[in-house]
T-cell receptor, first 116, second 113 residues
Framework: NAGVMQNPRHLVRRRGQEARLRCSPM?????VYWYRQLPEEGLKFMVY????????ESGMPKERFSAEFPKEGPSILRIQQVVRGDSAAYFC??????????????FGSGTQLSVL | KQEVTQIPAALSVPEGENLVLNCSFT??????LQWFRQDPGKGLTSLLL?????REQTSGRLNASLDKSSGRSTLYIAASQPGDSATYLC????????????FGKGTMLLVSP
């Protein structure tokens, strides 16, 4: 059973370009979370999705950022018109559910985004 | 707003020492608290999860305790090894349901042979 898979591992973009980060949750997991880790900062929650639904996007900037988790395929975090301040490690996590015993998160290895 | 603080930010010890990592949180009404390990360039690995009704959890050489009333948790590592070198993160969850964790900035541990 493969773990949470994120790709690419490293992504370099110039200012103004688009960044697309992909996350495939663990098999059997239908809950996906995106977190961002800025340099010298702790991980911050961005968005929580279930299949085809955004449940909580309270941690995601209102502009330029969007997320989806389609019925088929990986979850995508999309950043339009990237700026240098978007440079960070973006982590995806998944869980099988939200009830007691199901809420433990399994994290991917992250995507390191560098904006030149 | 929940805040999680970890002390110290960095710790260097010789192999074999027992050590304690500290985590404090401002809102004591947590649902659970987790300790994670983060290796450079890799994701997070969950080490221990303590429910709010529990006082401690143990796994091998690791023991995590939780004192909700004082807003503190500790991670005790016995007989440390160089392979324990990593950044240790604590994170709490305020409510049941989906897991929007609040993370501390971590303690970077170096165990020298």
């Amino acid at each position: 059973n493969a773990g949470v898979m994120q790709n690419p591992r490293h992504l370099v973009r110039r200012r103004g370009q688009e960044a697309r980060l992909r996350c495939s949750p663990m098999k059997g997991h239908s809950h996906v979370y995106w977190y961002r880790q800025l340099p010298e900062e702790g991980l911050k929650f961005m968005v929580y999705l279930q299949k085809e639904n955004i449940i909580d996007e309270s941690g995601m900037p209102k502009e330029r950022f969007s997320a989806e988790f389609p019925k088929e395929g990986p979850s995508i975090l999309r950043i339009q018109q990237v700026v240098r301040g978007d440079s960070a490690a973006y982590f995806c996590a998944s869980s099988p559910g939200t009830g007691t015993g199901q809420e433990k998160l399994f994290f991917g290895s992250g995507t390191q985004l560098s904006v030149l | 707003k929940q805040e999680v603080t970890q002390i110290p930010a960095a710790l260097s010890v010789p192999e074999g020492e027992n050590l304690v990592l500290n985590c404090s949180f401002t809102d004591s009404a947590i649902y659970n608290l987790q300790w994670f390990r983060q290796d450079p360039g890799k994701g997070l690995t969950s080490l221990l999860l303590i429910q709010s009704s529990q006082r401690e959890q143990t796994s091998g050489r690791l023991n995590a305790s939780l004192d909700k009333s004082s807003g503190r948790s500790t991670l005790y590592i016995a007989a440390s090894q160089p392979g324990d070198s990593a950044t240790y993160l604590c994170a709490d969850k305020l409510n049941s349901g989906y897991s929007t964790l609040t993370f501390g900035k971590g303690t970077m541990l170096l165990v020298s042979p």
